[in-house]
């Protein structure tokens, strides 16, 4: 039991991080760990030893795709946080927070299975083997879905800059 | 200057820092040489970083009260049922190696007679019923090979019991290991997305015929039973009342082959 406790513990602010990019929706998103956490409990013994941060992270894509097919509803646009807006009213904490907020809405533009990847090894740190195990494809399949969503991504980003300049570059020459 | 060619791959595998050190210095080299190359590479970079910052605050986030783990593991000990003895079960078992619980986890794991029946259909139960994508291995319109399969590996003629006068439509079934070997399982829905399994295997020597006794505990219930040899056991997750004249129906089929 103790032992359950000390390893999928550490992992949860990562489970939450992975499930939350993916819905962008905070509830739904703690819903899916929940849900997560409670069959990790259940097929404990079950576990293959050593990889048990892959093997969480898949409990939780599997969980995610379900939740996808049964919504169907992507592209849903999440308000910017209004937690933030006395607090946090110094304009450069407000600037990166904007910037944050774009990229994550191109982040969602990808589709599905490239930006699980994406997530998966750019921000998850697991490595393109363990990518691959989670998802349940071929190592290869990571690779060449990895090298879309980047691809695809900064054309999204070059796009905006290209229009409309960069954020960062316009406040340093005020 | 290395003679390998520098792969796409191994671009993503800069920006992921997983190249090892001596072909991460290649690369940097080649980088040096192809401006255009290191300007892509700079932006994918560039992402990584800002999804990165992006996202680092989600988990920096104190953690809700329901997704506190030592509260979750201990709301499930309070809710006692067959499928959770036999993870307990299971579960001291695997730690067992790692000290004192050996002891403890020895004399309830591996119980004897329809006991361990109810508890490898309740294993069953618990890992194959949840399986949105692959519930069972042959479906049921595959059952004249199922039935084939599993009477053969079994060494006795099995017959695979009709529910759908219970509302139970059969999914499929699977051969399944038990630490007694071998085991039958069949899957079984209702309207409702309620499951059901039967498991069957044959028996030890002493144990070759045993009335249906309840296994239930918490909100899955079971009922077990032993004939001619042949053990029986029917596990769901509703309620004894409602799962007792189906395992008698199941019982009633069995003696019928």
């Given amino acids: ?174 | 200057m290395s003679q390998r060619p520098i792969t796409e791959d191994e671009l993503h595998a800069f920006v992921d820092h997983a190249l090892a050190a001596e072909r991460r210095a290649e690369v940097e080299a080649y980088l040096d040489a192809h401006p255009d190359v290191a300007k892509r590479v700079a932006g994918f970079a560039g992402q990584r970083e800002l999804l990165r910052a992006a996202l680092a605050p989600i988990a920096d986030e104190p953690l809700p009260a329901a997704l506190n783990l030592a509260h979750m593991i201990e709301a499930r000990k309070h809710r006692p049922s067959p499928l959770r003895w036999a993870m307990a079960a299971a579960l001291l078992l695997c730690i067992g190696a790692s000290g004192g619980w050996l002891a403890r986890g020895s004399q309830q794991a591996v119980p004897g007679g329809l006991a361990a029946l109810a508890q490898e259909a309740a294993y069953s139960y618990d890992v194959y019923a949840p399986d949105h994508v692959r519930p069972v291995e042959l479906r049921a319109s595959d059952s004249a090979q199922l039935t084939q399969w599993i009477s053969n590996r079994l060494h006795q003629p099995v017959k695979v019991p009709d529910l759908s006068p219970s509302g139970y439509r059969l999914m499929g079934g699977r051969l399944v290991a038990t630490s007694h070997g071998p085991a039958g399982m069949f899957m079984y829905d209702d309207d409702h997305g309620g499951r059901l399994v039967v498991l069957t295997r044959p028996m030890d020597k002493r144990d070759q015929d045993a009335p249906m006794t309840a296994q239930s505990k918490g909100d899955v219930a079971g009922f077990a039973w032993a004939d001619g040899g042949m053990g029986t056991s029917l596990v769901g997750q509703t309620s004894p009342e409602a799962l007792r004249p189906i395992a008698n129906e199941v019982r009633k089929q069995a003696r019928t082959i």
């Avoid at chain 1, 998103?29 to 990790?40: G, P, S």
């Avoid at chain 1, 646009?77 to 006395?86: F, L, M, Y």
């Fill in chain 1, 1 to 174: 039991m103790d032992q359950m406790l000390l390893e999928i513990e550490p992992l949860i602010p990562a489970l939450r991080r992975y499930a939350r990019a993916l819905l962008r929706d905070r509830s739904s998103a703690d819903d899916l760990v929940q849900d997560c956490l409670e069959r990790a409990i259940g097929r404990w013994p079950q576990r293959r030893d050593g990889a048990v941060r892959s093997w969480l992270f898949a409990i939780l894509h599997n969980l995610a795709i379900d939740r996808y097919r049964q919504k169907a509803t992507r592209g849903i646009h999440v308000s910017i946080d209004t937690s933030n807006e006395n607090e946090f009213g110094e304009a450069a904490a407000q600037e990166s927070r904007l910037m944050y907020h774009d990229a994550l809405n191109k982040l969602a533009t990808l589709p599905d299975d490239q930006r699980a990847v994406l997530l998966l090894v750019a921000v998850e740190d697991l490595s393109y083997a363990e990518a691959a195990k989670v998802l349940d494809i071929p190592v290869g399949t990571v690779m060449s879905r990895l090298s879309r969503a980047r691809e695809r991504l900064q054309r999204e980003i070059d796009g905006t800059t290209a229009m409309s300049g960069n954020v960062l570059p316009l406040r340093s020459v005020k």
